[in-house]
């Protein structure tokens, strides 16, 4: 057996690593820059270490489809992301399978682990392979759909430890697929019955924490307005057993942002318009804003000149502890503050300056320039803010300075402010 997985980002990698310490493997990016890192053993999403790169033995890292073309099982991993009518954006997808499509021979199978809407495995890829190949479906090649469910970030819950959930387009596939996937997941598999029921359950894992996460936001701004800590009950209503430990905050990045508009897109295509789900996608959108309004409140309840403030944000990854910045809402919390003249000043330890810069010409610094500023929000609570505590991170500000701790981190004593 021969493997490529093309698109080694935050799930293609770490899944080469492991086919790569038991199968011949391939991991294949159209991103040149991105194989000369690892071949370094340089990850900058820090999922895999160095080390890992080097113990995965079978394990070799191109951006030549020729080094590719006798292998006999291809995993597409390429993002799936949405555009800005918050339509889903298949280009990366249809790009790969055409490439992939076009070095096809009798006997591969192609997996695909991209987020899509149920169906689009089947309606989208397939007839894109098919044509590339001039080969036949089912008969001449097979496909496949595992959906992956990495927590980029997560030091404990890795690929390794992940139930995974296979399909086939045929029953004989659909073995083929699971066997390979038992031989590296220690977690097991679950082998669903169709393509379709396996695209499906990935796209609402997402969605399902979505719309919680929204109802917690909902309840955060109805309890800011009853002048009640929405920490407090969340901690007092998770006394009882079956109450889920969600928080309100910013939902970003390229999986909970993202997935439930694959959903939606494929629901109202067929003469359904989901209600519950769009509204929490536009409430979690809409916390940004709000984020920044309280700040912006709270600083003219103090008698601050807003039109020379300086705010300094802490975090700007979509998540804490990850140097992912794709999706950020955080981006949106600046912009509302950059409409009031504000000065804002974003540190980010876990974030490469310069994809910041390329991605979204904001300037994001490892440390604070000065210690004198208005207002200090703590955006994302990566573990350098929390070891440093409280009164460290207040020390940047004035001695009237407005402390806006989003998640909670701290005790309510600790700032004036939090979701």
């Given at each position: 057996m021969k493997i490529a997985i093309i698109g080694l980002g935050y799930v293609g990698l770490p899944l080469a690593v492991e086919f790569g310490k038991i199968y011949n493997t391939f991991g294949y990016d159209i991103n040149s820059s991105r194989i000369s890192q690892l071949c370094n053993g340089e990850d900058l999403t820090l999922?895999?270490?160095?080390?890992?790169?080097?113990?995965?033995?079978?394990?070799?890292?191109?951006?030549?489809?020729?080094?590719?073309?006798?292998?006999?099982?291809?995993?597409?991993?390429?993002?799936?992301?949405?555009?800005?009518?918050?339509?889903?954006?298949?280009?990366?997808?249809?790009?790969?399978?055409?490439?992939?499509?076009?070095?096809?021979?009798?006997?591969?199978?192609?997996?695909?682990?991209?987020?899509?809407?149920p169906g689009a495995t089947e309606e989208v890829c397939v007839p894109i392979l098919e044509k590339q190949s001039g080969l036949n479906f089912n008969a001449d090649f097979g496909v496949g759909y595992s959906p992956e469910r990495i927590n980029p970030g997560d030091k404990v819950n890795t690929l390794t430890k992940i139930k995974k959930v296979t399909?086939?387009?045929?029953?004989?596939?659909?073995?083929?697929?699971?066997?390979?996937?038992?031989?590296?997941?220690?977690?097991?598999?679950?082998?669903?019955?169709?393509?379709?029921?396996?695209?499906?359950?990935?796209?609402?894992?997402?969605?399902?924490?979505?719309?919680?996460?929204?109802?917690?936001?909902?309840?955060?701004?109805?309890?800011?307005?009853?002048?009640?800590?929405?920490?407090?009950?969340?901690?007092?209503?998770?006394?009882?057993?079956?109450?889920?430990?969600?928080?309100?905050?910013?939902?970003?990045?390229?999986?909970?942002?993202?997935?439930?508009?694959?959903?939606t897109h494929k629901a109202q295509s067929v003469g359904y318009y989901p209600e519950v789900i769009l509204a929490a996608r536009r409430l979690n959108d809409n916390m940004a804003a709000n984020v920044a309004s309280?700040?912006?409140?709270?600083?003219?309840?103090?008698?601050?000149?807003i039109r020379n403030a300086r705010v300094l944000v802490l975090g700007f990854t979509f998540k804490e502890d990850c140097p992912d910045i794709r999706n950020t809402k955080v981006v949106d919390?600046?912009?509302?503050?950059?409409?009031?003249?504000?000065?804002?000043?974003?540190?980010?330890?876990?974030?490469?300056?310069?994809?910041?810069l390329e991605h979204y010409e904001l300037n994001v610094n490892n440390k604070p320039s000065s210690k004198n500023y208005d207002a200090i929000l703590?955006?994302?609570?990566?573990?350098?803010?929390?070891?440093?505590?409280?009164?460290?991170?207040?020390?940047?500000?004035?001695?009237?300075?407005?402390f806006f701790d989003l998640k909670s981190i701290f005790e309510a004593s600790a700032s004036d402010l939090r979701l």
């Open positions: 999922e895999v270490t160095p080390k890992q790169i080097n113990e995965s033995t079978g394990l070799r890292f191109t951006s030549c489809m020729s080094d590719i073309t006798d292998c006999n099982v291809y995993i597409i991993t390429v993002p799936t992301p949405i555009d800005d009518s918050k339509t889903p954006d298949l280009r990366p997808l249809i790009a790969a399978s055409s490439d992939v499509g076009s070095i096809l021979n009798k006997g591969d199978i192609i997996i695909f682990e991209s987020t899509v809407y399909s086939g387009s045929s029953a004989i596939y659909a073995e083929q697929i699971n066997t390979l996937y038992k031989s590296i997941i220690e977690a097991g598999t679950h082998l669903a019955s169709s393509i379709k029921v396996a695209e499906a359950a990935k796209v609402i894992e997402n969605t399902q924490r979505d719309i919680n996460i929204g109802l917690i936001n909902e309840l955060s701004l109805i309890f800011e307005r009853l002048n009640i800590d929405t920490s407090e009950v969340l901690e007092a209503a998770g006394t009882k057993w079956n109450f889920l430990p969600f928080r309100p905050g910013l939902v970003g990045g390229h999986c909970i942002g993202v997935d439930p508009y694959y959903l309280r700040l912006i409140h709270k600083m003219l309840q103090s008698n601050m000149d919390v600046v912009k509302e503050l950059k409409k009031f003249n504000i000065g804002v000043e974003i540190v980010d330890p876990n974030v490469d300056a310069k994809s910041a703590l955006a994302v609570p990566h573990r350098e803010f929390i070891e440093a505590g409280a009164n460290s991170i207040k020390s940047y500000g004035k001695p009237n300075a407005v």
